[in-house]
């Protein structure tokens, strides 16, 4: 195998956006006075506090998925769809945690990267439409850091078929931050087996299905 190196009542209203950005760069930063339970480091953005605090309606001090996927919702996110919400909890829950959860350290951390993946989105919408087109997910997906072999962007191309418009190649926000993970999450599985960066890796068949499966196994 290669790679290329590449529900409560009504909820507090919030801004779709909370992100400054940073020296015209498509990243964004959080900054909060201070946190009033003290679970949150002090740059954290007050409005991530709140959303996390509404939502953790067993003061538990996580998000589980149904928590998250309000939390999501009320912070302008309610487009995504559960089987993302399960993989994103996959990917941003502590790795000493048996639980499916994330805490408040895991949950800034899932903030900030959906804000840089919301701002790349935004930057290939040209027309505004909610979709990015097949000829911007190269250059989209390289900005996130992915340089995409040919074979897999039409691959991916390919599997986005949508059966109202009979179109492909065409993403909406969580179906490019799906995939877009999928990918990321993959690649930084394969380097683990592959510490030299070389492209290529041996592994068993029972290692290769550990590291796949996860990634393709959450279903709406």
Known sequence: MAYSDSYAPSAPELPESFGQQLNGEDRYCYAYPHSSSGMFSPETHPDIVRSFEFSDRHRSGFLYESELRQALSFSGYEGISNRTVRFLMFIYKSPRDSLLRLGPKEYVELWNCLAQ??????????????????????????????????????????????????????????????????????????????????GFATLSYEVFLSMVIPFIASYD
């Open 117 to 198: 993946w919301r701002a790349i989105f935004d930057r290939y919408d040209r027309d505004r439409s909610g979709k990015i087109y097949s000829l911007d997910l190269r250059d989209a997906f390289y900005h996130l850091g992915c340089m995409l072999p040919t074979t897999v962007l039409e691959l991916i191309i390919a599997s986005q078929f949508d059966e109202k418009t009979g179109k492909t190649g065409e993403l909406c926000f969580h179906r490019f931050l799906e995939c877009g993970m999928i990918v990321k999450g993959l690649t930084k599985k394969f380097t683990e087996k592959d510490p030299g960066y070389t």
